[in-house]
């Protein structure tokens, strides 16, 4: 089985999630596109963060609508920082197949800053998104010789848009309609979430 795995804290999940997903299903001949709210980003400084409950029901009502995406909670069940060398690990072991970690452009620029990368690269390969302004060289130049034998590029159309801007949004009350879907958009209001 050929499996993407894409990984973020979904805080909320947004129009640039799904098309990346889709763009990776398509070009990546993927079967599945499991999505995996961390539970924290230890890259990230502490901050407020949206309690991981709410984050992987938003993420499970996007992906609920289409047949090939589905949600794991193996990083909100462990906690603490989530460290994907783990996820792959343990995702390989219990449903073993051909996987691939999809990640952005930026958070591949800071793969050597992760738990063992090299090792990440032995138990999947990367689909890194390719937007533009960036070019295939501009993107495939961020990693050494190693990584990027492991690289396979997804492109999609840029998505002129953040977590952060969404959250931004909400909270001035603003409509964030043409990014965010109408199922997560309602769980937003439901549970009064990003209002400042």
Same mark, same amino acid.
């Given at each position: 089985m050929r499996i993407g795995v894409l990984g973020g804290s979904f805080d909320p999940p947004h129009l640039g999630h799904l098309k990346f997903a889709l763009s990776a299903l398509d070009q990546l001949d993927l079967e599945e596109v499991m999505f995996v709210p961390n539970f924290r980003n230890p890259l990230k400084r502490k901050g407020s963060?949206?309690?991981a409950k709410h984050r992987l029901e938003m993420v499970s009502r996007l992906a609920a609508k289409f047949a090939a995406f589905s949600v794991s909670d193996i990083e909100v069940r462990r906690a603490g920082p989530s460290y994907t060398v783990e996820t792959m690990t343990e995702l390989t072991l219990v449903r073993p197949g051909d996987y691939w970690f999809l990640l952005g452009a930026d958070a591949a +620029? +800071?793969?050597p800053e992760w738990k063992q990368p090299e090792r990440l690269i032995r138990l999947c390969r990367l689909g890194v998104a390719l937007r533009p302004p960036l070019t295939e060289t501009q =993107? #495939?130049?961020r990693f050494s010789a190693e990584f990027k034998a492991a690289v396979d #590029?997804?492109?999609m159309e840029p998505v002129d848009i953040s977590s952060t801007d969404i959250r931004d949004r909400i909270a001035r009350g603003t409509s964030v309609a043409?990014? =965010?879907a109408p199922e997560v958009i309602?769980?937003?209001?439901q549970h009064k979430l990003y209002r400042s």
């Open positions: 963060q949206t309690p +620029r +800071r793969l =993107v #495939l130049a #590029l997804v492109k043409p990014w =965010v309602d769980y937003i209001q």
